[in-house]
């Protein structure tokens, strides 16, 4: 288990520690600076593909954030602390950034950018509004739509008996009737790792799932930023198209904080965008990159 480290005190004080530090990877060794920050259940590794497509001409980091992959957890879950922690990544290498956050990982970038907005050259945030979620999921007036499924997948990985588990397949065949779409169980199950070998090792989740069931309604909010705040640096909004977690009426709150956005939304993608649509995501990305950094 990851250190838990009260996060008030990590925040404030910055506490550069190396076990107090977001863990990062960095792929590519020269060029403009690009990071990446993933969503919730996520963790920097689920960007590897998309970080290999920019690393020849790109240093691409990808950050875990607290409670997630390899960094350290936490007591709370709060976007500003998370902000926060991910400028002190960033004020630490030098250098302006373009920040990339999915879902999650995008609220805490729009954090970032309003509270720090010389540490962005620009900002790209993926499939989620700067906006507060209701409860049920839904965004819409279909009354076919599910309810926002987060909770069920943390009931579910919690429920599955690890020390039952033999391979990963039996973990997949557990968390099927929860979690049926493949993709996500894929996704979901990155997070489950193997400690030791033999049969001695034992399986756990590098997932602070207890702290993110207490705290998921924070995760559906979005804090004021400070009064007045804008960033007016260039950015690129990306939806799926067929994912309801950016919405028409959502247009009017991003034009305001960010008056500088442009939105594409990808045909025949979900939330999940970047792993429904990959060369399509990475061909959008390249071009923001090349227009913010020509």
């Not at 906006?131 to 599955?160: K, N």
């Not at 009017?252 to 939330?271: I, N, Q, S, W, Y």
Request: with cysteine.
């Amino acid at each position: 288990m990851p250190p838990s480290v009260p996060c008030g005190l990590w925040c404030n004080d910055r506490v550069t520690d190396e076990e107090e530090r977001l863990h990062a990877r960095t792929l590519g060794s020269a060029g403009p600076r690009v990071v990446f920050v993933h969503g919730l259940f996520g963790q920097g590794r689920n960007w590897t593909t998309i970080a290999k497509g920019l690393a020849t001409d790109h240093r691409v980091t990808l950050l875990d954030l607290p409670n997630h992959g390899h960094s350290p957890w936490t007591d709370r879950v709060d976007y500003v602390d998370m902000a926060e922690l991910v400028a002190a990544e960033l004020a630490s290498s030098g250098g302006p950034v373009t920040l990339v956050g999915h879902s999650m990982g995008g609220k805490v970038a729009m954090q970032l950018a309003l509270r720090h907005p010389e540490l962005l050259r620009a900002l790209v945030v993926v499939d989620i509004a700067p906006v507060e979620y209701p409860v049920s999921g839904g965004r819409t007036d279909d009354p076919d739509e599910e309810a926002s499924p987060f909770a069920a997948y943390i009931a579910a990985m919690r429920a599955l008996d690890l020390d039952a588990v033999d391979t990963r397949e039996d973990a997949d065949a557990a968390l099927r009737t929860a979690v049926p779409s493949t993709m996500v169980r894929s996704f979901l199950m990155q997070s489950l790792v193997r400690e030791g070998i033999g049969a001695g090792g034992g399986w756990r989740w590098r997932l602070n799932l207890e702290l993110l069931e207490r705290d998921l309604g924070e995760l559906r909010g979005f804090p004021d930023p400070p009064p007045g705040a804008r960033f007016g640096g260039p950015v690129l909004w990306i939806a799926g198209a067929n994912s309801h977690y950016v919405l028409p009426e959502d247009r009017a709150r991003m034009d305001e904080l960010f008056p500088e956005t442009r939105l594409v939304t990808v045909k025949k993608a979900g939330h999940w965008v970047h792993s429904e649509q990959p060369e399509v995501f990475l061909e959008t990305i390249r071009r923001f990159l090349e227009r913010v950094e020509g």
